[in-house]
């Protein structure tokens, strides 16, 4: 009877263990499915989550605004000259009304014209002035022909603009000072003021 029991009690263990590692597989898959699960949450990035995608987004669009912006705005160009305004006796003198002589680089005079916006400083810390150009001389002259006929020393051959200064400036009163003069030649694109874009652009 200990026997058959013992025996029996043998069958029932063994039962158990045929039966245990049916069940043991799916119970491990469910673990390893929610233990991956909660891993890939852990690892995901902070970068995706809701705000700073549309932030990232938000940069993105002004970006965009930016560069179409600069790539379509215009800046005033400027050719900068030097020269001096001319005494009683000049002989391109009139009466009191002070004109001035502007000397500009030969590489100027594809863009220099008659007619052209101009700001011109007298001396160092003299009026400022709103003028347009009123002649220029397309024909080069030498630093001794600018030297006899101005009075004024330049180092290259150059062109000579007019500017009529208007009854405000006497000649009688600023005869023989220097001027600085900023001539409007047209526009450029904004663009143009990146490093390295300017170089590129006057190399089309």
């Known amino acids: 009877m200990l026997s058959i029991s013992y025996c ?8 158990m263990t045929t039966e245990r590692p049916t069940k043991l597989p ?23 989550a809701p705000p700073v995608f549309i932030f990232s987004w ?28 001319l005494g009683i006796n000049s002989i391109t003198h009139q009466g009191d009304r002070a004109i001035g002589a502007i000397f500009l680089p030969a590489s100027s005079s594809t863009n220099i014209r008659p007619g052209l916006p101009a700001q011109v400083q007298i001396g160092q810390a003299g009026p400022q002035l709103r003028r347009t150009l009123n002649q220029v001389n397309q024909n080069l002259l030498s630093p001794d022909a600018i030297r006899l006929k101005y ?34 030649v ?14 590129l652009w006057k190399g089309r």
């Open 8 to 15: 029996f009690q043998e069958v029932k263990w063994q039962g």
């Open 26 to 48: 799916i119970f491990r898959s469910k673990t390893l499915q929610k233990y991956m699960q909660n891993r890939e949450k852990n690892v995901l990035p902070r970068i995706v």
């Open 58 to 85: 938000i940069v993105l669009i002004l970006l965009i605004v930016a560069t179409i912006t600069v790539s379509l705005g215009q800046i005033p160009a400027y050719i900068t000259g030097s020269g001096i305004i």
């Open 151 to 184: 009075g004024f020393e330049v180092t290259d051959p150059s062109l000579v603009a007019i500017v009529e200064l208007g009854p405000g400036i006497s000649s009688h009163l600023y005869g023989g000072s220097p001027i600085r003069v900023q001539i409007q």
């Open 186 to 199: 047209g526009s450029q694109s904004l663009l143009t003021l990146l490093p390295g874009v300017n170089s």
